[in-house]
């Protein structure tokens, strides 16, 4: 189209147009986890502070997202997908080893992901909470997602005689709600203790849950 403003595909500065891209939605991401994750959170955040924080203007911005909840829904997907990873490699180093040994393994290497940075910490398990409908149904999802990797876990251990053969669903929703309360709590400050105490505390509840009889 004449007069139509093309985008430079040229290398600026020794990074491509991709590459600078990249940098900017970091920048932008970053931006809004500080804000949504320490203060003054999601709610009380706008577009012109993200992009204030960021260094970048409104424009960059809409380039790479449609408003704030599109920001926090990459934040969201982003912290599970970095939890998932190290959960599945944990799982994979302890393939041999018994359930306990791999519920210990892997969600240590879970909560280490998830609770390395207080501030994901409220954005995953604070902040999303009834944002929108489908923001809610993306993170009912999520937590599904979890519950049914721990139920396949639970399979596995029935199917080699490990634990008695029962429905555990409500068992591991449970748990999984003990995970997001008390790992929030703890990066809040409202509990006094190690993350290592904190882990140990949650995989005794999942170990004994899954070990009582009937």
């Known amino acids: 189209m004449p007069g139509a403003a093309r985008r430079s595909t040229r290398p600026y500065g020794g990074k491509s147009p991709e590459e600078r891209r990249a940098e900017r939605r970091r920048r932008l991401l970053d931006a809004a986890l500080q804000l949504f994750g320490d203060e003054p959170g999601y709610r009380a955040s706008s577009v012109a502070a993200v992009c204030a924080?960021?260094?970048?203007?409104?424009?960059?911005?809409?380039?790479?997202?449609?408003?704030?909840?599109?920001?926090?829904?990459?934040?969201?997907?982003?912290?599970?997908?970095?939890?998932?990873?190290?959960?599945?490699?944990?799982l994979a180093r302890a393939a041999d080893a018994g359930y306990a040994e791999r519920a210990v393994e892997a969600f240590r290497a879970y909560a280490r992901v998830v609770a390395d940075d207080p501030r994901r910490v409220r954005v995953m398990f604070v902040e999303v909470v009834g944002v929108s409908a489908d923001l809610e149904r993306r993170r009912l999802e999520t937590r599904r997602t979890w519950a049914e990797l721990v139920l396949a876990e639970v399979k596995l251990a029935i199917e080699r005689g490990e634990v008695p053969s029962r429905d555990y669903r409500l068992t591991v929703h449970a748990f999984i709600s003990a995970v997001n309360g008390l790992l929030y709590d703890w990066s809040a400050g409202y509990i006094q203790a190690t993350l290592d105490e904190v882990l140990d505390e949650l995989v005794t509840i999942l170990v004994g849950a899954i070990e009582r009889q009937g």
């Open 53 to 90: 924080r960021a260094d970048l203007s409104t424009r960059q911005f809409y380039e790479e997202f449609r408003n704030l909840e599109d920001v926090l829904v990459q934040l969201h997907r982003e912290g599970n997908a970095r939890a998932a990873e190290a959960a599945a490699e944990a």
